[in-house]
Nanobody, 131 residues
Framework: QVRLVESGGDAVQVGGSLILSCEIS????????MGWFREAPGKAREGVAL???????TYADSVKGRFTISKDSTKNTLHLTMNTLNLDDTARYYC?????????????????????????WGQGTQVTVSS
């Protein structure tokens, strides 16, 4: 069982920065895909950033160049550094963990920034950006 607890959400002005953290406990280790998702009022939950099992990051187009996903393995904590925040970044942000998908016919596995891959979720932390 994986337990994820997010923190760091806050109210900030346009152009500001925040660092979100996700404390990971339980069975999640380097074999897990780790992701950040967000959900704005009236919108579907969307993937923001992914950290694959080999440490490769992937970002949604809307946050490329502004957000950075990272993991502190010594503290088993996942971070999302968010810069140049804009009004569209207002949402509840969720940390998620999941086993990678197997690639058919190969011994390989793959992480995808897709909600269906992630079985374990935190409760979320609110980010509100205002002008």
């Amino acid at each position: 069982q994986v337990r994820l607890v997010e923190s760091g959400g806050d109210a900030v002005q346009v152009g500001g920065s925040l660092i979100l953290s996700c404390e990971i406990s339980g069975a999640a280790d380097s074999r897990y895909c780790m992701g950040w998702f967000r959900e704005a009022p009236g919108k579907a939950r969307e993937g923001v950033a992914l950290l694959s099992t080999d440490g490769t990051p992937t970002y949604a187009d809307s946050v490329k160049g502004r957000f950075t996903i990272s993991k502190d393995s010594t503290k088993n904590t996942l971070h999302l550094t968010m810069n140049t925040l804009n009004l569209d970044d207002t949402a509840r942000y969720y940390c998620a963990a999941g086993r990678p998908w197997e690639v058919a016919g190969t011994p390989n596995t793959i992480c995808r920034l897709q909600r269906g891959l992630f079985a374990d979720w935190g409760q979320g932390t609110q980010v509100t950006v205002s002008s």
